[in-house]
């Protein structure tokens, strides 16, 4: 049984996370999206922030790259699902059961970073699900040889589109319009390396039991159908964010904010906010006060499952290299 369940993997969740590793506690963490970020690798990865302590200026993206750099050190003991997205949170006698979209897990204690809500991909309409359509991409070997298209004109879909080229994979990158979002040095790059189909529209796909064979497009301005052979589908139509569980959870608050004490409990004993979806006067919503808070939960969640063990003692002593 875990002790702490963290759910969402953004700044917030990401320290939480490594706060629970120094602290030695049996943690996880679920997060809805398909990496780790929040509303930086979601929203503004390109961005710089300037307002973070000891980095005087820094993109979003990278500094992600840089907390998760940070949990190397503790990746065998804390598990990070991602596509996991908490739907339900059932009280036991002296646990709790939480319920995602893939899978059930049991903790003493819970604590949500869960920002303004889930990032969930952006889904194609489609009749019915096929296993070879992603919205994530985790392991970019699966693409050598094989015909992908990518769907999208944005940053990520340029990037995913350039990324499994260069790993062998024979991309077509499909458009609803001319232009492109995407810093239109990765539009020139990808033009080495693949095609590009604009203006189409995906009219739906061709499939044979839970696989596609083939796209459907209609060209936006001729209206003409034509069809394109695919392996995979990897759509890059971007986030929405899911409903707010705070009633269905039992946990009070106000405006899909979360109230929590000076220890950063919510309503519920044992269930635990910080980050930018909690609420208190005064609250600040930048990374570096979710970050606080999020020492503040897990050094409460410590000292209440091991009252009789110093949880406080500093990085500084407690990691010997
Ligand atoms: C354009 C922009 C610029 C900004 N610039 C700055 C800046 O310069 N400096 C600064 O300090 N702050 C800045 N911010 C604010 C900063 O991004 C937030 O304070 C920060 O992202 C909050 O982190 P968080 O981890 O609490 O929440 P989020 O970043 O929102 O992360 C929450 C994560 O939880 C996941 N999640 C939610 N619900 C579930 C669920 N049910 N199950 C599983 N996972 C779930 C989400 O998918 C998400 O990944 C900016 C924000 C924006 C939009």
Request: net charge negative; proline share 3%; aromatic share 8%.
């Amino acid at each position: 049984m875990l002790e702490v369940l963290i759910i969402g993997a953004g700044p917030t969740g990401l320290y939480a996370a490594f706060l629970a590793g120094l602290r030695k506690l049996n943690a996880a963490v679920i997060e809805s999206a398909g990496e780790a970020g929040g509303q930086l690798t979601a929203v503004y990865k390109d961005k710089f922030i300037y307002d973070i302590p000891g980095f005087p200026k820094i993109t979003a993206l990278d500094y992600i790259k840089e907390q998760v750099k940070q949990l190397d050190r503790f990746k065998d003991e804390i598990p990070f699902y991602y596509d996991n997205e908490a739907l339900e949170i059932n009280r036991k006698e002296d646990h709790f059961e939480v319920i995602t979209n893939k899978q059930t897990l049991l903790t003493k204690n819970i604590l949500i970073a869960h920002g303004g809500g889930g990032f969930v991909p952006q889904k194609l309409k489609l009749d019915k699900e096929y296993d070879n359509v992603l919205y994530f991409v985790k392991d970019l070997t699966i693409f050598k040889d094989k015909k992908v298209a990518v769907l999208g004109g944005g940053d990520s879909a340029l990037d995913w589109a350039v990324s499994i080229a260069d790993n062998g994979g024979n991309v077509t990158l499909v458009h609803r319009r001319n232009e492109f979002r995407a810093l239109p040095s990765t539009v020139e790059e990808f033009k080495e390396k693949g095609t590009i189909l604009t203006p189409q529209l995906v009219e739906g796909v061709i499939g044979e039991e839970k696989i596609a064979k083939k796209l459907v497009l209609k060209n936006a301005e001729t209206k003409e159908l034509s069809e394109l052979d695919v392996d995979y589908i990897v759509v890059n139509y971007g986030f929405v964010l899911s409903k707010s569980k705070l009633a269905e959870w039992n946990i009070e608050g106000d405006k899909g904010l979360i109230n929590v004490d000076s220890r950063m409990q919510t309503s519920q004993p044992g269930i635990y906010a910080a980050g930018n979806g909690v609420n208190y006067m005064g609250k600040v919503k930048l990374i570096s006060v979710g970050q606080g808070e999020a020492a503040i939960a897990i050094q409460a969640i410590a000292n209440n499952l091991y009252p009789e063990r110093n949880n406080s003692e500093h990085s500084s002593s407690l990691i010997k290299e």
